[in-house]
């Protein structure tokens, strides 16, 4: 089965720095998703990433893929305390049709 | 864009009942949904895949007697937590493959049992 290991897995940073997660995958990542979740809420979708050496921007926030299609990391720039929550990497293992989690990130902002 | 509507957003019951969760796809067919629970500080774990018109396939390790679901029509699945005990205390959300390649997720439900 598909493993995704996020790392880290918790991350307090000062409001204005950046700051990387990443998710790792020991086999092909056959689409990479990158989520957010506010505890005790929905997940909202930020990226998807399917082609090797992808890299897409949204605001602040950029996913990119590496060329074997085994790891992601998503850069936050200049963070504001609206980034605070957990970020979760999803992939759908190979053909499967569903989408595994990683242990997810728990972002914190401080002021 | 798709939304995906899960019902009730949070429900207490007592030990022994059960208890029904919706997830319904507004905007478009889902012919496949998805369940997951999720532990307190921890991350999502897939319970079940939600077949439109067929059986769920259920993950390993999660009891199908305990987490029935049915996927009766192409917008709405249901979670039924039989004979529910505190130990099934817990946030579940449902998700649904949306016209592209996306996945779109419900608002989850909060399963409070006692």
């Known amino acids: 089965s598909q493993e995704l290991e996020q790392s880290p897995q918790s991350l307090i940073v000062q409001e204005g720095k950046n700051l990387t997660i990443n998710c790792t995958s020991s086999?092909?990542?056959?689409?990479l998703y990158w989520y957010k979740q506010k505890y005790g809420e929905g997940l909202i979708f930020l990226m998807m990433l399917q082609k090797g050496g992808e890299e897409k921007s949204h605001e602040k926030i950029t996913a990119k893929l590496d060329e074997k299609k085994q790891q992601s990391s998503l850069h936050i720039t200049a963070s504001q305390p609206s980034h605070a929550g957990i970020y979760l990497c999803g992939a759908d293992p190979g053909g499967a049709q569903k989408l595994v989690f990683g242990q997810g990130t728990r972002l914190t902002i401080n002021p | 864009g798709a939304v995906v509507s899960q019902h009730p957003s949070r429900v207490i019951c007592k030990s022994g009942t059960s208890v029904k969760i919706e997830c319904r796809s507004l905007?478009?067919?889902?012919?496949?949904m998805f369940w997951y629970r999720q532990f307190p500080k921890k991350s999502l774990m897939l319970m079940a895949t939600?077949?439109?018109?067929?059986?769920?396939?259920?993950e390993q390790g999660v009891e199908k007697d305990k987490f029935l679901i049915n996927h009766a029509s192409l917008t709405l699945s249901t979670l039924t937590v039989t004979s529910a005990h505190p130990e099934d205390s817990s946030f579940y959300i449902c998700s649904a493959r949306d016209r592209g390649v996306g996945y779109t997720f419900g608002s989850g439900t909060r399963l409070t049992v006692v």
């Open positions: 086999k092909t990542l056959y689409g």
């Open positions: 939600s077949n439109e018109g067929s059986k769920a396939t259920y």
């Open positions: 905007d478009f067919q889902a012919t496949t």
